[in-house]
């Protein structure tokens, strides 16, 4: 049984078809006017793992705690999984409710 490529490995091949993002309009409002970081990450997690040939319940997700909803905002996350590295994550919220869009940056696979 071979070993699981890195996130990198595989995203090179995805990176010639098209970058990855997400539109999601999820309910992301955590206490008061905040992201739910925890609901967050799962849905990063639920979503872009299985383009990457990793089971989700293998995966987790880290996402800054106390992000206000406001559209247009942009933060990091990161997401992780056994024996492939971590990948970065570009989240920006599109509206005041808590909807996202979220991209893997291609840069972050490129070889130097």
């Not at 995966?59 to 992000?67: M, N, T």
């Not at 996350?77 to 024996?83: E, F, I, M, N, V």
């Given at each position: 049984?071979g070993s699981r490529?890195p996130?990198?490995?595989?995203r090179?091949v995805?990176?010639t078809?098209?970058?990855?993002?997400?539109?999601?309009?999820?309910?992301l409002?955590?206490?008061g006017?905040?992201?739910?970081?925890e609901?967050?990450?799962?849905q990063?997690?639920?979503?872009i793992a299985?383009?990457?040939?990793?089971?989700p319940?293998?995966?987790s997700?880290e996402c800054?705690d106390d992000i206000?909803?406001e559209?247009?905002?942009?933060f990091?996350?990161?997401?992780?999984?056994?024996?492939?590295?971590d990948l970065t994550?570009e989240?920006?919220?599109t509206?005041?409710?808590?909807?996202f869009?979220a991209e893997?940056?291609q840069?972050?696979?490129?070889q130097?």
């Amino acid at each position: 049984m071979g070993s699981r490529k890195p996130f990198t490995q595989m995203r090179v091949v995805r990176a010639t078809l098209a970058p990855l993002v997400l539109v999601l309009a999820f309910g992301l409002a955590g206490c008061g006017n905040t992201v739910d970081a925890e609901d967050l990450e799962g849905q990063l997690v639920e979503q872009i793992a299985p383009d990457y040939d990793v089971d989700p319940d293998d995966a987790s997700g880290e996402c800054p705690d106390d992000i206000e909803i406001e559209e247009g905002r942009e933060f990091e996350c990161t997401l992780s999984a056994p024996d492939r590295g971590d990948l970065t994550v570009e989240v920006t919220l599109t509206d005041d409710e808590g909807g996202f869009e979220a991209e893997v940056p291609q840069e972050q696979f490129e070889q130097p």
